[in-house]
């Protein structure tokens, strides 16, 4: 079946610092890709998505990016703050199929 | 979010025995799905519905079934045949044409 890649498993960086997190997808029909932070316990909160109509999609300290060519998409977040740490997910929405998350610790 | 329901939130069972996991919508979505999630692990599709009597398979659909009678509701039944059942169980919907899916607080399923 299709697969999702993600990298890094775990990032640790410093509170002001920039994180950013890669992910690959296989079918080159998908076209819909969000990002969701999960919390210990909680559920999976959409943070911000793309579609494959654009290269790039900013909110606030949040962007994401996508080559549809190279058929991967990534989440940049800046200014990182202690409250960024959660697991990250990526997603091809399309074929419903999930990144294995990345662990951002955001340390003060 | 909050029109999204998943009870109870922790539930425990004993090996062998069949469990059914409740998910309730009121946001007239048609879209409903059931996920699973493993420590360390992203989420994985065990089963979806994309309207009413009629859903299909995930990627590990095996030891598991379900049934879309009602709009509002996607029930999940963990039969004794899946073999590791333990585990954080989210459901979530989408409206018909749009791309988000919303996911529910989640049951987790802790077989002994």
């Known amino acids: 079946g299709e697969n999702v890649e993600q990298h890094p498993s775990t990032l640790s960086v410093q509170e002001g610092d920039s994180a950013v997190i890669k992910c690959t997808y296989s079918d080159s029909a998908s076209n819909y890709f969000p990002w969701y932070k999960q919390e210990l316990g909680k559920r999976p909160q959409l943070i911000i998505d793309?579609?494959?109509?654009?290269g790039e999609k900013k909110d606030q300290r949040i962007a994401v990016t996508l080559n549809k060519t190279a058929k991967h998409f990534s989440l940049h977040i800046t200014e990182t703050q202690p409250e960024d740490s959660a697991v990250y997910f990526c997603?091809?929405?399309?074929?419903?199929?999930f990144g294995a998350g990345t662990r951002l610790t955001v340390k003060p | 979010d909050g029109g999204i329901t998943q009870s109870p939130k922790y539930l425990f069972r004993k090996e062998g025995q069949n469990v059914t996991l409740s998910c309730e919508q009121n946001l007239n979505h048609d879209a409903m799905y059931w996920y699973r999630q493993d420590p360390g692990q992203g989420l994985r599709l065990i089963y979806y519905?994309?309207?009413?009597?009629?859903?299909q398979k995930g990627d590990i659909a095996e030891g598991y079934s379900v049934s879309r009678e009602k709009k509002e509701s996607f029930p999940l039944t963990v039969t004794s045949a899946q073999k590791n059942p333990t585990a954080f169980y989210l459901c979530a919907t989408k409206r018909d044409g749009a791309y988000e899916q919303y996911f529910g607080p989640g049951t987790r399923l802790t077989v002994t």
């Open positions: 793309i579609r494959s109509n654009v």
């Open positions: 997603a091809d929405a399309d074929d419903m199929r």
């Open positions: 519905s994309q309207i009413v009597n009629d859903f």
